[in-house]
């Protein structure tokens, strides 16, 4: 099927001096859908939206919205004629406008523009506010207000750029959830950009990981994480150890034992980096007693919110991080415990695509998610 698409970004190129900020990029973002941008700081989402948004100009490429061509090739259609709503960072409520006024404020004109206003007022569940002053509204609700001032004017595509940043966890979280619903229930597509894989990951129907001006890889957050297209996005995208695999038919041989390979099949006799999740590795207690050679050693533990994730090494070196069940008590640093495979299925990197800390134990140094990814 040939359904026009919201945004279609091709080959999108931007240069600050002699920072590539935004490199050969490629996106679709489908009617309807929430594609968001996962992605360390500096890493150029902010400049993709800007460039879509048609704040900025790109040095290459082409942008079509809603199947029109706003740039590239010879267009160039400025922001307000672009048909993009947009809730950033900084731009804030208009202070001097009532909440009414605000969401109305890109309908003047319009013989709608009542109408308009009172239904976006019931969508974002405010529907007895519409007098009050910005200042006169809780960060959330000025928020929700923000969304339906973008989506007033029916664009093809409503662009958020980190725009619960200033909240608190708690907020953010019920945030999250209310404006996935307000744009799912406006059936209006849109692309998010965050630095939360959290925030990416519950709200995406398709995510993008970009690293270094260039998008890794765009999928399903389930296929993001569970078949990571490079080292990169499997340790930016939740925690993930690589360790070394020898492959064979399909299935790679580790210490732990053997995994069946998905996605590009590795040759026989290659070896390379295998993904290993936290929870594909069952943790058992080993006895207390005399150093038992083939126990891993707890050597730190990291509480997630939902669940605790335990640093172990191995006598040999080697590290990694895994998850312990609800069967195992809790464990406490020095603890030795037992690692046995689950029934694994994972991705290999061929070992030319090693990442920096990868050791020569056979084990990769873990690499934690969102605060030091290596480069
Ligand atoms: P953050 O999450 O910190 O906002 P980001 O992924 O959105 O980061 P961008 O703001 O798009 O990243 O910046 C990408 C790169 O381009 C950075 O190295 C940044 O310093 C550079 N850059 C962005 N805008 C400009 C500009 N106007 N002039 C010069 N360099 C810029």
Known sequence: MNETLAVRVAGLRRVFGDVVAVDSVDLD????????????SGCGKTTVL??????DSPDAGTIEIGG????GGGASVPPERRRVGMVFQDVALFPHLSVHDN??????????????????????????????????????????????????????????????????????????????????????AAVFVTHDQDEALTLGDRMAVMVRGRVEQV???????????????ATFVGTANLVH????????????????????????????????RPEELDVLEAPDGPADASAWRVLRRRFTGTEILYEVAASDGARLWVEAGHAVRRLRVGD??????????????PPSRHVDGADDQGVAEPIQTTTSVPF
């Open 219 to 233: 999928d399903a957050p389930e296929v993001v994480y569970g078949e990571p297209a490079t080292p990169f996005v």
């Open 103 to 188: 969401i109305g404020y890109g309908l003047r004109g319009d013989p709608d523009r009542e109408v308009r206003v009172r239904e976006l007022l019931e969508l974002i569940d405010m529907p007895d506010v519409g007098r009050r002053m910005p200042h006169q509204l809780s960060g959330g609700m000025q928020q929700r207000v923000a969304v339906a001032r973008a989506l007033a004017p029916r664009p093809d595509v409503v662009l958020l750029d980190e725009p619960f940043s200033s909240l608190d966890a708690a907020l953010r979280t019920q945030l999250r959830g209310d404006v996935r619903e307000i744009l799912r229930a406006a059936g209006t």
């Open 336 to 349: 030795a415990v037992h690692l046995r495979l689950r029934d694994v299925e994972t991705v290999m990197f």
């Open 29 to 40: 973002v489908r009617p309807g859908e929430m594609l968001t941008v996962l992605g360390p």
């Open 245 to 276: 695999g020898d492959a064979r038919d399909g299935v790679a041989a580790t210490r732990f034992g053997s995994v069946r390979v998905v996605g590009r099949r590795p040759a026989d006799g290659t070896r390379g980096l295998v993904v290993l």
């Open 50 to 55: 800007r460039l879509i948004a048609g704040l």
């Open 68 to 71: 029109r061509r706003v740039s």
